[in-house]
T-cell receptor
């Protein structure tokens, strides 16, 4: 199993550009989520999904869109990049056992710089 | 009060030392607890789950105190390779609801 994969690993954008961060998992996990991590801020939840076709907002959703058309994929879209979106982005997936959550597996991250 | 609070550190300890971290959580309905480890510029990885009865994995011991709403992580015989940031993670509800991450405690083990 590849686990959770993310592409690209690094990206430089200009203000106003759009892009999609890709995330895929091959563990058949129902739950997937996107976090951003900034120095001193810890991990902050952007969006999450409890299954295909279902998404919900996290703590910091503004400026980001998501969709979940398949169990495996959960892309994150930046519609109009801003310097404040410079960050490290982590995708994670997890299962729940007997209604108890749940070990989260993280991808290696995407480092994004917006100029 | 933040949902999950940790002392950011850094904790600088010599090799072989015993070090302990605490983490407090605000929601008494919290049901699942974890410790994750994050190395510099890497993704977080599960270190261990925390059970009500406490659990041990080699040099690592995790404990839960529901009455005082905190969890702890004890590392015995610290190794240089233990240097990392340790994240406290709490699930407020059962099932598929978001986990809440603390900001992490940084540990540096010195030779």
């Amino acid at each position: 199993n590849a686990g959770v994969t993310q592409t690209p690993k690094f990206q430089v954008l200009k203000t106003g550009q759009s892009m999609t961060l890709q995330c895929a998992q091959d563990m058949n996990h129902e739950y997937m989520s996107w976090y951003r991590q900034d120095p001193g801020m810890g991990l902050r939840l952007i969006h999450y999904s409890v299954g295909a076709g279902i998404t919900d907002q996290g703590e910091v959703p503004n400026g980001y869109n998501v969709s979940r058309s398949t169990t495996e994929d959960f892309p994150l879209r930046l519609l109009s990049a801003a310097p404040s979106q410079t960050s490290v982005y982590f995708c994670a997936s997890s299962y729940s056992t007997s209604g108890r959550a749940k070990t989260q597996y993280f991808g290696p991250g995407t480092r994004l710089l917006v100029l | 009060r933040k949902e999950v609070e940790q002392d950011p550190g850094p904790f600088n300890v010599p090799e072989g030392a015993t070090v302990a971290f605490n983490c407090t959580y605000s929601n008494s309905a919290s049901q699942s607890f974890f410790w994750y480890r994050q190395d510099c510029r890497k993704e977080p990885k599960l270190l261990m789950s925390v059970y009500s009865s406490g659990n041990e994995d080699g040099r690592f011991t995790a404990q839960l105190n529901r009455a005082s709403q905190y969890i702890s992580l004890l590392i015995r015989d610290s190794k240089l390779s233990d240097s990392a940031t340790y994240l406290c993670v709490v699930n407020i509800n059962s099932g598929n609801t978001p986990l809440v991450f603390g900001k992490g405690t940084r540990l540096s083990v010195i030779a």
